[in-house]
């Protein structure tokens, strides 16, 4: 399998609740996403796949959801989540709802899902997605036969209601 790698940026907002230590609190990063693609053979013009219709496809849809907004958990109980929510719509960057923590691990299993259905019309296969979080800390994920699973969650006690504005994944 030959396989080509398009990198992809962009900078959302999150925090992890119950997280023991300073992720807890909101803040941000600049994200970064190395996706690889694997064909078996090259196309026509000796390619895996033209770069920019990985940026088109996934990044096209990164633009639309991730950047520039926040990336946050359904259930999550700070006071802060409903003001952010309205505060993100009022700018046309809604939240982007996740079912679980939106961790680094969440948000490449999220992704790699993404990656596979926009890409899968192309021909290639998505053979593995790294996120880097942070310039120093990142992580993986690598296609096996298996879907990957989101870890749900607890329920919150006080589970602020998305507005109707907001993003929810796609599934």
């Not at 080509?4 to 992720?23: F, G, N, Q, V, Y």
């Not at 096209?60 to 309205?86: F, K, N, Q, S, Y």
């Not at 700018?91 to 996740?98: H, Q």
Request: proline letters at 8%; a neutral charge; glycine letters at 6%.
């Amino acid at each position: 399998m030959l396989t080509c790698t398009r990198r992809l940026e962009w900078d959302a907002m999150h925090r992890i609740p119950r997280h023991e230590s300073k992720c807890a609190a909101w803040h941000g990063h600049r994200y970064a996403a190395e996706i690889t693609c694997g064909a078996e053979a090259l196309d026509d013009r000796g390619r895996v796949i033209d770069f920019g219709v990985i940026k088109q496809l996934v990044g096209g849809w990164i633009d639309e959801r991730w950047d520039h907004t926040a990336i946050l958990m359904e259930g999550d109980p700070d006071p802060a989540v409903p003001i952010i929510a309205a505060s993100n719509a009022a700018a046309g960057r809604p939240v982007y709802w996740m079912a679980a923590h939106p961790t680094a691990e969440n948000l490449v299993a999220e992704l790699a899902r993404v990656a596979q259905r926009l890409l899968a019309p192309t021909g290639v296969r998505v053979v593995s997605i790294r996120l880097w979080e942070t310039p120093n800390g990142s992580a993986e994920w690598r296609a096996s036969s298996e879907p990957t699973a989101i870890a749900k969650a607890p329920a919150a006690t006080s589970a602020p209601k998305p507005s109707p504005t907001s993003i929810r994944p796609s599934r």
